[in-house]
């Protein structure tokens, strides 16, 4: 029926939200399925795949593009994952991966610094300093990492459609609100919002498969139609046009995909 | 008797879904009409406290005195109407004083950002990436304009219990979700709630008369006592102290009156304890 996807801070009882949801609505739930999935699919050790995704890029990574491709492999994973349906995701920038995706519904969950430094402390056994520490720094993390990866800020509500502070609400009442917002017409899988899903996850799949040939190549999909684009023309090399080419028979569902070098790119890029 | 605030990046969008939450739920909605009875009893021009409503800060900051000037009127006449309860409050700047009271439900609408943007682009004819930048622009002079006046961010989520978008959501399914809201037993007022209130109705009832003789102060009430905050040089000190003290003391519902002066000549007098 729909998609959702649930960002949170760490100990912002996002995650028992979700996995309530998910209970409720009789959803799978996601979350570190999809770094084994991409680990499993790209064959790259786990830890080196969590650490790539959760610390912000450094200058070198920016230069070299190494992030992007893990980014990449993970976006791949996780379009594969949400096709089915009726899931609910709460990891790493659900709502930026699945941007564009008519029936997915986004959902953010704050809670107060206070109470997340309290239910750190609990279950992390650390003085009050050390949570605090731990819990800032891992919000700047976020912060940092989907700025530079996708220009916006995780504390923007925008980016949302429902934001839930769960310090009047209880865990229950959040519940209740998402599931009956995942009940709406706009958040039923139509047969336009599952041909968009496809053209996600293809085209993820071929900006997995392309970006360890050119880190900036940029991938769009409509009707199983896909277009790889390439800012420079001196980087298209042999070798990424041949692996284009093999790509249309390798993955099902391509029907037709062409390179393009040195053109502006349409919005929906990936 | 819960109080719901609606607050919005566009004030219309905001209007039209506490107009509809409001005659839902029954409530009296408290919005921008109350501005010409509080002009009347300070003796302004409606059209100041729309203005220090809606302006961000000038380059200079010249005009900033009298905008916390005007803004502490709007706050009194504001909590004067809450207080009440079963109310639903936009278009007030509420959501950036009514705080720490529990049976008071604050929730952000966000327009849609896309269509606005197209909007405007067809009503001015410009491209939809300018009026993109200016509505970027429009929100980033609101921010400030809030920073200055409560230092408080209102995009910041944290400062609402929830935030509803309309790119998907549409505002009869959030008048929905409000009205579900507001029946919580959590946004019930009890005892202690309602003397927040009332302690937030008096400091902002003090800070009003006191502020065009003594700007800058900062009001706290609990339960009938007063903590009032100043800045002054050390020779008026006594002076200012027993001024205050004198004048807050004929307020209707102070028992007792405690003066604190912040001896410090460069530090800009602080506004509210909120």
């Given at each position: 029926?729909?998609?959702?996807?649930?960002?949170r801070?760490?100990y912002?009882?996002?995650?028992?939200?979700?996995?309530?949801?998910?209970?409720?609505?009789g959803?799978?739930?996601?979350?570190?399925?999809?770094?084994?999935?991409?680990?499993?699919?790209?064959?790259?050790?786990?830890?080196?795949?969590?650490?790539?995704?959760?610390?912000?890029?450094?200058?070198?990574?920016r230069?070299?593009?190494?992030?992007?491709?893990?980014?990449?492999y993970?976006?791949?994973?996780?379009?594969?994952?949400?096709?089915?349906?009726?899931?609910?995701?709460?990891?790493?920038?659900?709502?930026?991966?699945?941007?564009?995706?008519?029936?997915?519904?986004?959902?953010?969950?704050?809670?107060?610094?206070?109470?997340r430094?309290?239910?750190?402390?609990?279950q992390?056994?650390?003085?009050?300093?050390?949570?605090?520490?731990?819990?800032?720094?891992?919000?700047?993390?976020r912060?940092?990492?989907?700025?530079?990866?996708?220009?916006a800020?995780?504390w923007?509500?925008?980016?949302?459609?429902?934001?839930?502070?769960?310090?009047?609400?209880?865990?229950?009442?959040?519940?209740?609100?998402?599931?009956?917002?995942?009940?709406?017409?706009?958040?039923?899988t139509?047969?336009?919002?599952?041909r968009?899903?496809?053209?996600?996850?293809?085209?993820?799949?071929?900006k997995?498969?392309l970006?360890?040939?050119?880190?900036?190549?940029?991938?769009?999909?409509?009707?199983?139609?896909?277009?790889?684009?390439?800012?420079?023309?001196?980087?298209?090399?042999?070798?990424?046009?041949?692996?284009?080419k093999?790509?249309?028979?390798?993955i099902r569902?391509?029907?037709?995909?062409?390179?393009?070098?040195?053109?502006a790119?349409?919005?929906?890029?990936? | 008797?819960?109080?719901?605030?609606v607050?919005s990046?566009l004030?219309?969008?905001?209007?039209?879904?506490?107009e509809?939450?409001?005659?839902?739920?029954?409530y009296?909605?408290?919005?921008?009409e109350?501005?010409?009875?509080?002009?009347?009893?300070?003796g302004?021009?409606?059209?100041?406290?729309?203005?220090?409503?809606?302006?961000?800060?000038?380059?200079?900051?010249?005009?900033?005195?009298?905008?916390?000037?005007y803004?502490?009127?709007?706050?009194?006449?504001?909590?004067?109407?809450?207080?009440?309860?079963?109310?639903?409050?936009?278009?007030l700047?509420a959501?950036?004083?009514?705080?720490?009271?529990?049976?008071?439900?604050?929730?952000?609408?966000?327009?849609?950002?896309?269509?606005?943007?197209?909007?405007?682009?067809?009503?001015?004819?410009?491209?939809?990436?300018?009026?993109?930048?200016?509505?970027?622009?429009?929100?980033?002079?609101?921010?400030?304009?809030?920073m200055?006046?409560?230092?408080?961010?209102?995009?910041?989520?944290?400062?609402?219990?929830?935030?509803i978008?309309?790119?998907?959501?549409?505002?009869?399914?959030?008048?929905?979700?409000?009205r579900?809201?507001a029946?919580?037993?959590?946004?019930?007022?009890?005892?202690?709630?309602?003397?927040?209130?009332?302690?937030?109705?008096?400091?902002?009832?003090?800070?009003?008369l006191?502020?065009?003789?003594?700007?800058?102060?900062?009001?706290?009430?609990?339960?009938?006592?007063?903590?009032?905050?100043?800045?002054?040089?050390?020779?008026?000190?006594?002076?200012k102290?027993k001024?205050?003290?004198?004048?807050a003391?004929?307020?209707?519902?102070?028992?007792?009156?405690?003066?604190?002066?912040?001896?410090?000549?460069?530090?800009p007098?602080?506004?509210?304890?909120?």
């Open positions: 029926m729909a998609i959702i996807t649930i960002s801070g760490s912002s009882k996002g995650k028992e939200v979700a996995e309530k949801v998910a209970d409720r609505l959803y799978q739930c996601l979350s570190r399925d999809v770094i084994l999935e991409a680990s499993d699919l790209y064959h790259i050790p786990e830890i080196k795949l969590v650490k790539a995704i959760h610390d912000a890029p450094s200058v070198l990574d230069l070299s593009g190494g992030k992007r491709a893990y980014i990449a993970y976006k791949s994973a996780l379009t594969r994952l949400v096709r089915t349906d009726n899931i609910v995701y709460h990891g790493l920038a659900g709502h930026l991966l699945l941007k564009g995706v008519p029936h997915v519904l986004k959902v953010r969950i704050i809670a107060d610094l206070a109470d430094v309290r239910n750190e402390m609990k992390e056994n650390i003085s009050e300093q050390e949570a605090r520490s731990m819990i800032l720094k891992d919000d700047q993390e912060r940092k990492w989907t700025l530079s990866l996708y220009g800020d995780p923007d509500s925008a980016l949302y459609d429902l934001v839930i502070h769960v310090q009047k609400f209880t865990i229950s009442n959040a519940v209740d609100f998402v599931c009956e917002a995942a009940g709406l017409e706009q958040f039923r139509t047969g336009e919002a599952h968009k899903m496809n053209d996600l996850a293809l085209a993820s799949r071929v997995a498969a970006v360890g040939f050119n880190p900036d190549v940029a991938v769009t999909c409509e009707y199983g139609n896909v277009l790889v684009f390439v800012a420079n023309p001196e980087r298209t090399t042999r070798k990424l046009r041949e692996k284009v093999s790509l249309g028979d390798e569902g391509v029907n037709n995909i062409e390179v393009h070098s040195g053109t790119l349409p919005p929906d890029v990936i | 008797m819960p109080v719901i605030i607050s990046d004030y219309r969008t905001g209007r039209d879904i506490a509809s939450a409001a005659g839902v739920l029954g009296d909605l408290v919005g921008r109350i501005l010409g009875k509080i002009a009347e009893k300070y302004l021009p409606e059209a100041k406290l729309t203005q220090a409503l809606d302006e961000g800060p000038s380059f200079l900051r010249r005009s900033s005195k009298l905008r916390h000037r803004l502490a009127y709007i706050q009194e006449g504001t909590l004067f109407e809450l207080r009440k309860g079963n109310v639903v409050c936009q278009g700047a959501h950036l004083y009514v705080l720490g009271v529990s049976h008071v439900l604050r929730v952000r609408i966000l327009s849609d950002t896309e269509k606005r943007a197209g909007d405007l682009a067809a009503e001015r004819n410009i491209s939809p990436n300018k009026a993109k930048r200016l509505l970027d622009r429009e929100k980033k002079s609101h921010q400030r304009w809030s200055e006046a409560f230092q408080l961010d209102e995009t910041d989520p944290s400062h609402y219990d929830l935030v978008s309309l790119s998907q959501i549409d505002s009869t399914e959030a008048v929905k979700i409000i579900e809201t029946s919580y037993p959590r946004f019930k007022p009890m005892t202690y709630s309602l003397h927040c209130m009332e302690d937030l109705v008096l400091s902002s009832r003090v800070k009003a006191l502020w065009e003789r003594f700007p800058g102060i900062r009001v706290r009430a609990d339960r009938g006592t007063l903590v009032i905050e100043t800045a002054a040089l050390k020779r008026e000190k006594d002076k102290a001024a205050i003290k004198e004048l003391g004929k307020i209707p519902g102070v028992e007792y009156v405690e003066v604190h002066v912040v001896n410090h000549i460069f530090r007098g602080p506004r509210s304890f909120r």
